[in-house]
């Protein structure tokens, strides 16, 4: 297994061009049919067994407080003892192989110790996102029991309270502070900084995440020994990262995208890692930290990107920045322009799911990219897209429904179930298909672009709307910071499509400016396209890793509705302007 790593770090290092990619694919073909061993740990066999032993010296992990500026550094070496200590805790108290832990701390060295620890000890991670209400954390303690929870100190009165209601009783409850019937972490110094990697098998259970729940209750998405430490070597080729990178990911841990991109991505590499520990979003102090500190590959979602590029970063030295990538839901064309002009770099968009690694994107090797398009399937994918009937699309920028096929071969990257869910399961593998719930379509040079979550699409009349790219065309103009698009009811055309507009810092609604609006739209979409309501607003619904929950914008619009609530001051409909009556209709 070492030699699959090895070969992706001289493949990272190669430049970023045709032979490249044939390279890379070269390589998934190979690991796409090789049989996996039958026991793999990744922490002692790739952490320990490769970095450590070759580059124990180097900086695994640089963490700085934007707020306070506090800085902590730790070397492979130092990285892997800590997490040794953590493991050693564990097991002092009695914690084995297949028990979970959950954890629900912020941006902190900590959070990558316990993660390093878990799959070295075969501990199921159950990532915990530090926004959780009681009630959601009574539902999650209901239906997977703590063996071990870590928490900072803020939170130990409501997890303590969930665990009484669903009366758990964990073997250890570790603080990152100080908590009467908790264990302060600093006591994890006292341990021994080396231990003994578990015997995991190569289909052992060891990640459950809870689904973001932007549809429905959250689903426990189960990930193996393989599925991710192995799968995430598409992330670290999508990325490009290089050994001699520093790599940085704008997430919280509490997410898969940060398994992803903080964790797994620069450490299957034996880049340096890197965390920014922040309470509300400082895109200034930000921008400062991503430069004071040299990072080469910088990761983010689309809520951080509409920030920055409203930032007057004139007086900082990006010259170190060498990639910037988007990820989480795909970044209308106009954010990517403005980027570029600010650092001189282009964000390339890619595409996955809590339930796989990086499946499709703008690989190093594709060039100069089209703006808007999410690239190109990985090579560890065998993805297509599927009709209503489950046939394959065959024509160019027809939309259909992104599948991955798993009759020629199922990617490593794969998730195995979603645990305690047949019936989850049965609706998403199909046939010789999963579906991952998106669509998509492919122009006819391969290109590929997002179209929207299945249940995002907007049924207007006979039409299939998009809403991601009337989100795109309201981008363009200049007052829009941000656009939010969903389907209304609407007794003549079933939905209507409602645009919700976040302006720019000193630009006010008002009736005229939402004439401009539909004017510009017109001039760009096709006319079942255009928004037929805009609504003026200063935020929209967002889960944590930054995607639009437009699921709950349609709920308000279906609930007032029901209710004949008053309509918003600041609402205006398309058919309320005759100046656009010699329009498109």
Same mark, same amino acid.
């Given at each position: 297994?070492?030699?699959?790593?090895?070969?992706?770090?001289?493949?990272?290092?190669?430049?970023?061009?045709?032979?490249?990619?044939? +390279?890379?694919?070269?390589?998934?073909?190979?690991l *796409?049919?090789?049989?996996?061993?039958?026991? =793999? *740990?990744?922490?002692?066999?790739?952490?320990?067994?490769?970095?450590?032993?070759?580059?124990?010296?180097?900086?695994?992990l640089?963490?700085v407080d934007?707020?306070?500026k506090?800085?902590? *550094?730790?070397t492979?070496?130092?990285?892997?003892? #800590?997490?040794?200590?953590?493991?050693?805790?564990?097991?002092?108290?009695?914690?084995?192989?297949?028990?979970?832990?959950?954890?629900? +701390?912020p941006?902190v060295?900590?959070?990558?110790?316990?993660?390093?620890?878990?799959?070295?000890?075969? &501990?199921?991670?159950?990532?915990?996102?530090?926004?959780?209400?009681?009630?959601?954390?009574?539902?999650?303690? #209901?239906?997977?029991?703590?063996?071990?929870?870590?928490?900072?100190?803020?939170?130990t009165?409501?997890?303590?309270?969930?665990?009484?209601l669903t009366?758990?009783?964990?073997?250890?409850k570790?603080?990152?502070?100080?908590?009467?019937?908790?264990?302060?972490?600093?006591?994890?110094?006292?341990?021994?900084?080396?231990?003994?990697?578990?015997?995991?098998?190569?289909?052992?259970?060891? =990640?459950?995440?809870?689904?973001?729940?932007?549809?429905?209750l959250?689903?426990?998405?189960?990930?193996?020994?393989?599925?991710?430490?192995?799968?995430?070597?598409s992330?670290?080729?999508?990325?490009?990262?290089r050994?001699? %990178?520093?790599?940085?990911n704008?997430?919280?841990?509490?997410?898969?995208?940060?398994?992803?991109?903080?964790?797994f991505?620069?450490?299957?590499?034996?880049?340096?890692?890197?965390?920014?520990?922040?309470?509300?979003?400082?895109?200034?102090?930000?921008?400062?930290c991503?430069?004071?500190?040299?990072?080469?590959?910088?990761?983010a979602?689309?809520t951080?990107?509409?920030?920055?590029?409203?930032? %007057?970063?004139?007086g900082?030295? =990006?010259?170190?920045? /060498? @990639?910037?990538?988007?990820?989480g839901?795909?970044?209308?064309p $106009?954010?990517?322009t #403005?980027?570029?002009?600010?650092t001189?770099?282009?964000?390339?968009?890619?595409?996955? #799911?809590?339930?796989?690694?990086?499946?499709?994107?703008?690989?190093?090797?594709?060039?100069?990219?089209?703006?808007?398009?999410?690239?190109?399937?990985?090579?560890?994918?065998?993805?297509?897209?599927?009709?209503? %009937?489950?046939?394959?699309?065959?024509?160019?920028?027809?939309?259909?429904y992104?599948?991955?096929r798993? %009759?020629?071969?199922?990617? &490593?990257?794969?998730?195995t179930?979603?645990?305690g869910?047949?019936?989850?399961?049965?609706?998403?593998?199909?046939?010789?298909?999963?579906?991952?719930?998106?669509?998509?379509?492919?122009?006819?040079?391969?290109?590929w672009?997002?179209?929207?979550?299945?249940?995002?699409?907007?049924?207007?009349?006979?039409y299939?709307?998009?809403p991601?790219?009337?989100?795109?065309a309201?981008?363009?103009? @200049?007052?829009?910071?941000?656009?939010?698009?969903v389907g209304?009811?609407?007794?003549? /055309?079933?939905?209507?499509?409602?645009? =919700?507009v976040?302006?720019k @810092?000193? /630009? $006010?609604?008002?009736?005229?400016?939402?004439?401009?609006?539909?004017?510009?739209t &017109?001039?760009?979409?096709?006319?079942?396209k255009?928004?037929?309501?805009?609504?003026?607003?200063?935020?929209v619904?967002?889960?944590?890793s930054?995607?639009i929950?437009? +699921?709950?914008?349609?709920?308000?619009?279906?609930?007032? @509705?029901?209710?004949?609530?008053?309509?918003?001051?600041?609402?205006?409909?398309?058919?309320?302007?005759?100046?656009?009556?010699?329009?498109?209709?």
């Amino acid at each position: 297994m070492e030699n699959l790593y090895r070969e992706v770090m001289d493949l990272n290092m190669m430049e970023d061009n045709e032979e490249k990619g044939a +390279v890379a694919k070269a390589f998934f073909d190979k690991l *796409n049919h090789m049989e996996m061993p039958e026991y =793999f *740990n990744w922490a002692g066999e790739i952490f320990d067994g490769l970095h450590v032993k070759e580059r124990g010296d180097k900086n695994a992990l640089v963490w700085v407080d934007i707020h306070t500026k506090e800085n902590r *550094n730790f070397t492979y070496k130092e990285f892997a003892a #800590q997490g040794n200590r953590c493991l050693n805790k564990l097991r002092q108290a009695g914690v084995e192989k297949g028990d979970n832990l959950y954890m629900m +701390v912020p941006i902190v060295p900590e959070t990558w110790f316990a993660s390093y620890a878990c799959i070295k000890g075969g &501990i199921v991670n159950v990532p915990t996102a530090t926004t959780m209400t009681l009630r959601e954390m009574e539902f999650r303690f #209901q239906t997977y029991a703590p063996d071990v929870v870590i928490a900072a100190e803020t939170f130990t009165e409501l997890i303590d309270e969930a665990l009484q209601l669903t009366k758990s009783t964990p073997k250890v409850k570790i603080v990152l502070g100080s908590k009467p019937g908790w264990v302060s972490y600093s006591d994890l110094e006292k341990e021994p900084a080396e231990a003994e990697p578990a015997p995991t098998k190569a289909d052992d259970l060891l =990640f459950c995440f809870f689904t973001s729940g932007t549809t429905g209750l959250p689903k426990r998405v189960g990930h193996t020994a393989t599925s991710y430490p192995v799968g995430h070597l598409s992330t670290a080729v999508m990325a490009g990262i290089r050994t001699d %990178d520093i790599h940085h990911n704008l997430s919280a841990p509490g997410w898969a995208k940060w398994a992803w991109s903080s964790f797994f991505a620069p450490l299957n590499v034996g880049a340096t890692a890197t965390g920014f520990n922040f309470t509300a979003l400082d895109g200034m102090a930000y921008m400062e930290c991503l430069t004071n500190y040299k990072v080469s590959v910088f990761c983010a979602p689309p809520t951080a990107w509409r920030v920055f590029i409203n930032l %007057d970063t004139s007086g900082l030295d =990006f010259s170190n920045l /060498r @990639q910037s990538i988007g990820a989480g839901e795909p970044l209308n064309p $106009e954010i990517i322009t #403005q980027w570029e002009r600010l650092t001189g770099t282009y964000i390339r968009d890619f595409y996955g #799911q809590t339930e796989s690694t990086a499946m499709i994107g703008n690989a190093p090797w594709m060039g100069k990219m089209r703006k808007g398009s999410f690239g190109a399937p990985s090579f560890m994918y065998d993805v297509t897209l599927v009709d209503d %009937d489950g046939k394959e699309v065959t024509e160019p920028d027809e939309p259909g429904y992104i599948v991955v096929r798993l %009759d020629r071969w199922r990617a &490593i990257g794969l998730f195995t179930e979603y645990i305690g869910n047949p019936e989850k399961m049965a609706g998403v593998f199909i046939g010789d298909y999963y579906y991952t719930g998106d669509r998509g379509s492919i122009d006819k040079d391969g290109y590929w672009w997002f179209v929207g979550r299945s249940d995002d699409v907007i049924k207007s009349s006979d039409y299939r709307v998009g809403p991601f790219e009337v989100e795109s065309a309201l981008m363009e103009h @200049q007052a829009v910071a941000e656009a939010a698009v969903v389907g209304v009811p609407d007794e003549k /055309r079933h939905q209507l499509v409602k645009a =919700f507009v976040i302006l720019k @810092q000193g /630009r $006010e609604p008002s009736r005229e400016l939402a004439l401009d609006m539909f004017k510009h739209t &017109i001039d760009i979409l096709a006319k079942f396209k255009i928004p037929r309501i805009i609504e003026f607003v200063t935020e929209v619904p967002k889960t944590l890793s930054g995607k639009i929950r437009r +699921v709950e914008l349609r709920e308000r619009e279906v609930e007032r @509705q029901d209710t004949k609530a008053v309509a918003p001051v600041m609402e205006f409909y398309y058919w309320d302007f005759p100046e656009l009556s010699s329009r498109k209709n």
